[in-house]
């Protein structure tokens, strides 16, 4: 099953892997432009945010939180529908405090998590948000250069990640909402599959895959560095 599910490997190499390079040199004696573009459409993207926000309506609905949604933890069929995967740390109590010292996954992990070790479907909403930017990004590494003790005094000063300069205001604002400090004000998993789906089905451009910013990203070998993860 998890082979059928991985046809096209996980989320965040398949992001990155989708980034073509485009050079553009209008006169011959000039210095050629290069541009980052997707071989993702600006729709597929939505689409596969909404699979993932779909995948985690399921869950929220029968009380499993996931604890380490990110975008190396999905996967994707050879069809591109994305399945929310890697269950290692998920518990189905719908709270839960974890009294031992294992290390977190710092940049994708709640702020309420980091602090007082209390996961809850609300701070799996947050690690959506982490999700949804790096799908915007094609893969880029959020809070990229920033040690956890640093990043946890920057949030509860009200930090959140910058929007991206090929992300639409009201994708932003999503993101947003998804990082509020109060879990409560944080939307759900349903509300997030509904205004998706809208997104989906009208006719702006969320996430414009043309534009000429690249974010830096993490080489495969560092996706697991002691750096990226918090005790």
Request: charged share 25%; with cysteine.
């Amino acid at each position: 099953m998890a082979l059928e599910l991985a046809a096209n490997g996980d989320l965040l190499k398949y992001l990155r892997k989708s980034r073509v390079f485009v050079t553009e040199r209008a006169y011959a004696n000039m210095r050629p432009e290069v541009h980052t573009a997707s071989n993702l459409s600006p729709v597929m993207l939505l689409r596969i945010a909404c699979d993932v926000a779909s995948g985690m309506e399921h869950l929220a609905a029968r009380g499993v939180i996931h604890r380490d949604l990110a975008a190396r933890n999905v996967l994707l069929t050879d069809n591109l529908i994305a399945k929310v995967a890697d269950f290692g740390l998920s518990r189905g109590e719908g709270i839960y405090v974890q009294k031992s010292g294992k290390a977190v996954p710092f940049r994708s992990t709640a702020i309420e998590a980091l602090s007082t070790k209390t996961y809850t479907t609300e701070s799996d909403v947050w690690s959506f948000g982490i999700l949804l930017w790096e799908i915007v990004t094609l893969g880029g590494t959020p809070y990229s250069g920033m040690k956890w003790r640093l990043l946890m005094r920057r949030l509860h000063e009200g930090y959140r990640l910058p929007k991206p300069r090929n992300c639409e205001d009201a994708l932003y604002h999503m993101m947003k909402s998804c990082w509020e400090l109060l879990p409560t004000d944080r939307p759900t998993f349903s509300d997030l599959v509904q205004e998706l789906t809208g997104m989906m089905a009208d006719m702006t451009t969320y996430i414009n895959i043309d534009d000429d910013y690249e974010y830096e990203v993490l080489d495969s070998g560092d996706e697991d560095d002691d750096d990226d993860f918090a005790m």
